[in-house]
């Protein structure tokens, strides 16, 4: 298990995904939470008209969220209460709320459950595939948003450090996590999701501690493309590592960094880079 403040922030994290569960798939019952030791803990519940639910953990291979965890595939009940393939576990919970269907989809970072999201209704109502793909969408946002941060905080606390700031090999690694960042976040849908992370740049980014060298380059700014393209650029990709990372043409790529060289009044890549760095645009 993570540091406690890491822990905090995941938990953040699922309140939204829970929110965002409830708001999508239109099911009055939404709640969830993160695995540790084995076990789901549910933190966040939305639409409960009783509070049965809250604090409930759930241990692996027992009752849906349980089965669904250990088998890392979405598990679904139209009839909780009379439901056989199921352990009974949690009925004081789930039935002490009245809930009817259940349905619960884990969330995967690196092939491993990290969380399970539930959502419920009081009532019979079968999910067509359609219905389902809504909490297939939150489940993966959730789950790339997890990876990131795992690893991040993997490459931070790997980079070393030198008396009085970070060493050369720390800021390497900076420069590596926040381009392979840049890169998962192009791939994001959703609005929110995309901002949060790159709330999670911003302060990544920050860690070099490299200041704005002169006071121009407040006024360059680079559209989020050329941003992506260029912190990959940065860490020695080759125009076609780019389009691959980032789900563009070879072509898309050079246009790209050409209009960045060009508001950055570059001649080259690298002396673009140079310039970014100097600017607060990159790490």
């Known amino acids: 298990m993570g540091a406690p403040s890491t822990l905090r922030d995941d938990t953040s994290l699922i309140s939204h995904a829970v929110a965002e569960l409830a708001r999508r798939t239109h ?14 803990h549910v933190t966040t519940v939305v639409g409960a008209r009783t509070r049965s639910i809250e604090g409930l ?20 009940t139209l009839d909780y209460r009379t439901s056989r393939t199921i352990t009974h576990d949690y009925d004081r919970a ?5 809930i009817a269907t259940l349905f619960a989809v884990p969330v995967l970072v690196a092939g491993a459950a990290r969380s399970v999201l539930y959502c419920g209704s009081w009532t019979q109502t079968p999910i067509s595939d359609a219905q389902a793909r809504p909490a297939f969408d939150v489940a993966g946002e959730l789950g790339a948003e997890l990876r990131v941060r795992a690893e991040v905080e993997r490459r931070l606390s790997a980079a070393p450090t030198v008396e009085g700031g970070l060493g050369a090999g720390a800021r390497e690694e900076i420069r590596e996590s926040y381009a392979q960042l840049r890169s998962i976040a192009a791939t ?3 609005a929110d999701v995309r901002r949060r992370l790159e709330d999670i740049e911003a302060r990544l980014a920050a860690l070099t501690g490299d200041a704005p060298a002169a006071a121009v380059d ?3 700014h680079l559209s989020r493309r050329e941003t992506d393209v260029l912190a990959c650029a940065a860490v020695g990709s080759t125009n076609g590592e780019i389009a691959a990372s980032l789900g563009l043409r070879e072509t898309t790529v ?9 508001k950055l009044d570059a001649s080259t890549r690298h002396a673009a880079v140079t310039r970014a760095r100097r600017a607060g645009l990159l790490p």
């Open 254 to 262: 050079k246009s790209y960094l050409a209009s960045a060289m060009a």
């Open 57 to 76: 953990v759930v241990h692996e291979s027992r009752g849906l969220g349980g089965r669904a965890l250990i088998e890392r595939r979405p598990r679904m």
């Open 188 to 190: 994001v849908g959703d």
């Open 27 to 40: 099911f009055p019952v939404a709640f969830g939470g993160l695995e540790h030791d084995g076990a789901v």
């Open 94 to 98: 789930i039935l002490g709320e009245g």
């Open 218 to 220: 407040s006024d360059l």
